[in-house]
């Protein structure tokens, strides 16, 4: 009896010859199954980019509205005249409050699904933490400006408590406050804290999930008590996913424009400046201009990120 | 002699898992104490319960005299080298070495002293800059000593202190750790599945199985005097016979236990018991012979350079009457 071939025959087919033939060049095939995404990020998304990035650059013609298509720093000028500033700062100090108030209310449920949460606890963790993002954004928007609003729920609930007064002092301290909360600065940061805290907890409890116990446990064995262990060791190791969850919670709130025309003061934030620039005023430089402060803050955000060590655990 | 450590019917249930169950241990100060069993007997729960990492269900535990019930293990003069070594990525060897200094708010210039003291003690001095990712195995073991020895702990537990590391250099720890307790003459409690580690570093040793101790002596007690077969098959693996074999290899009708290497070879009919050759394995140092006897099989140990029998040779066997030790029927 022939003992079965060592090396089987090449199998018939297209197939399985494409397979063998892929199998010989690893090059080829990471070439074929990295091209159509990189074409796509590299010319519809980068490119888009490189266009706005451009637009910038021109300015407009103040007496006939045309696009100048001359390269000036003339634009980014108008970004510091007081108006357009403002808006700046204020879209800045937002997205630092929200992406502040987010990691803290984030950590102590990412470390409870992180460390302890197992199997049904587990699975409703990840839930309770998506069922949001399920519904639309905007009826998730509008349902707040019903809660926040000065005959909502919310004032109900806070009249019923007795504690209307508390509401009265919050809304009268100057410029985050107003007549209702679903008109003032709080009315928005609540709601910019409801809609971008999943992107806060996601990272931040994979992050900490990767720190051993062995370490914690180390740390308390060296002498560290608990909130030791926690500066020492547990938070720089979490740090990538904290910077993570907060380049979502920052940049998206940086670019939002929808929350703050629902809920809140009518007051611009860059989102809503782009929004208006490029459509009725037909300003398409400034609203480039101002697209590109968001690019900058993240970048300058990132960079000193890095440098404060928050990747060298990676 | 002061107790380091002290057990007094200890439990440490998981669910229904008894971990732990009803341990007494009295573990001498200035003493090398080894925990050997296989994974799942018990031991390592038992140095967490030292550590303060986990807490007894029953039972009382003293350390130096101390009740250590609800006391954190932060709040215990006892420091851990861990299995994994559990050393901070983030942090450099000088750091990592100094973290329970800095924890305890010693000044930077004292605590990098003492760091580097402690360096120099494991023979890493100069490697304080490194993280470290960028040690090897045996690095990472001294920076994990290191790091618990430069708190003075009055006891130092080590789980599994040498099992990720090859053997050469697990031989030649061995005897750097012998040295460096001796040296300090601090308590050291280590955890181990590895019976040749527990006998060569151990003054005395605690064999578990089932979260229970079933033995505890000297090394020389334990090898040369199983208390049951488990110990006796555990340490050495040595010959367990059943009471009806040692009846008929001349013992009394109990459980006993026959080291292979105090068996020799003979002619057939010269020694105490004639069999045939089952099986040989070739060890290295030694050659270990299968002789079926009586209906079972004993194993023999041949030093190397003997001439060694074939399978199915005729051999006699003969052994020290003394070497055949009975035991409970444990």
Not at chain 1, 118 to 145: C, E, H, I, N, Q
Not at chain 1, 218 to 223: F, H
């Amino acid at each position: 009896m022939a003992a079965p071939a060592a090396l089987a025959a090449p199998r018939p087919g297209l197939a399985a010859r494409t397979a063998d033939a892929l199998w010989r060049r690893p090059g080829l095939t990471l070439f074929l199954m990295l091209t159509p995404p990189m074409l796509w990020l590299g010319i519809v998304y980068l490119g888009s980019l490189f266009a706005l990035l451009l637009q910038s650059f021109f300015s407009i013609d103040e007496f006939s509205g045309l696009i100048v298509r001359e390269l000036t720093l003339k634009t980014y000028g108008e970004l510091l005249r007081p108006a357009n500033f403002d808006i700046i700062i204020r879209t800045v100090t937002m997205a630092a409050a929200v992406t502040v108030a987010a990691a803290i209310l984030a950590f102590p449920i990412a470390y409870f699904a992180a460390r302890y949460a197992r199997g049904r606890w587990k699975a409703l963790f990840y839930l309770g933490v998506m069922l949001p993002l399920w519904s639309s954004y905007l009826v998730k928007v509008y349902a707040w400006k019903l809660i926040l609003a000065k005959e909502g729920i919310l004032t109900y609930i806070l009249d019923g408590l007795g504690l209307m007064p508390v509401l009265e002092l919050l809304l009268s301290v100057p410029v985050i406050g107003g007549t209702s909360l679903s008109v003032s600065y709080i009315g928005t940061f609540l709601v910019f804290l409801y809609v971008w805290l999943p992107f806060m907890i996601l990272p931040m409890q994979a992050a900490l999930e990767r720190v051993p116990a062995s370490l914690i446990e180390a740390s308390g064995d060296l002498g560290a008590t608990p909130g030791q262990a926690l500066a020492t060791v547990i938070l720089p190791l979490a740090l990538p996913g904290v910077v993570a969850g907060s380049i979502f919670t920052f940049s998206l709130t940086l670019g939002d424009y929808i929350i703050p025309q629902i809920v809140g003061s009518s007051r611009l934030f860059i989102g809503q400046a782009v929004y208006a620039h490029q459509g009725t005023a037909g300003n398409i430089p400034l609203a480039a201009a101002f697209t590109v402060v968001p690019i900058v803050i993240m970048g300058v955000y990132l960079w000193m990120a890095k440098r404060q060590g928050a990747f060298d655990a990676l | 002699m002061t107790t380091a450590v002290l057990f007094r019917q200890v439990s440490r249930h998981f669910g229904p898992v008894r971990a732990v169950d009803a341990v007494d241990l009295d573990i001498a100060e200035g003493e090398f104490f080894g925990m050997l069993g296989p994974s799942g007997s018990g031991k390592t729960t038992c140095l967490r319960l030292i550590a303060g990492f986990e807490q007894p269900s029953a039972g009382h535990i003293e350390i130096f005299g101390e009740t250590a019930e609800g006391v954190p293990p932060y709040r215990r003069n006892v420091n851990t080298v861990f299995q994994d070594y559990a050393l901070f990525p983030h942090l450099n060897v000088l750091d990592n070495v100094a973290y329970g200094l800095m924890v305890r708010k010693v000044p930077r210039a004292e605590r990098h002293a003492r760091a580097e003291e402690a360096l120099a003690m494991v023979k890493l001095a100069g490697y304080g800059a490194r993280r470290p990712a960028a040690l090897s195995g045996g690095q990472r073991q001294r920076v994990a000593l290191a790091r618990a020895l430069v708190n003075r702990p009055r006891v130092l537990l080590l789980d599994e202190p040498l099992g990720a590391l090859d053997l050469k250099l697990r031989e030649q720890m061995q005897e750097e750790l012998k040295a460096l307790q001796q040296s300090l003459g601090i308590t050291f409690v280590f955890v181990t599945h590895d019976q040749g580690e527990a006998l060569s570093m151990a003054d005395r040793v605690a064999v578990f199985n089932e979260g229970r101790i079933v033995q505890v002596g000297t090394p020389q007690q334990i090898y040369d005097r199983p208390r049951t077969r488990f110990v006796a098959d555990f340490v050495g693996s040595s010959n367990v016979l059943p009471p009806a074999l040692t009846r008929a290899l001349g013992g009394p009708e109990a459980w006993a236990s026959l080291r292979p290497e105090a068996l020799r070879l003979t002619a057939p009919g010269a020694g105490r018991v004639s069999g045939t050759v089952a099986g040989l394995r070739y060890l290295g140092a030694a050659t270990r012979i299968g002789v079926a006897v009586e209906g079972a099989t004993l194993a023999a140990l041949l030093p190397a350079g003997r001439p060694a029998p074939t399978p199915g040779e005729a051999v006699g066997l003969d052994w020290d009457p003394a070497a055949l030790h009975p035991m409970e029927a444990g």
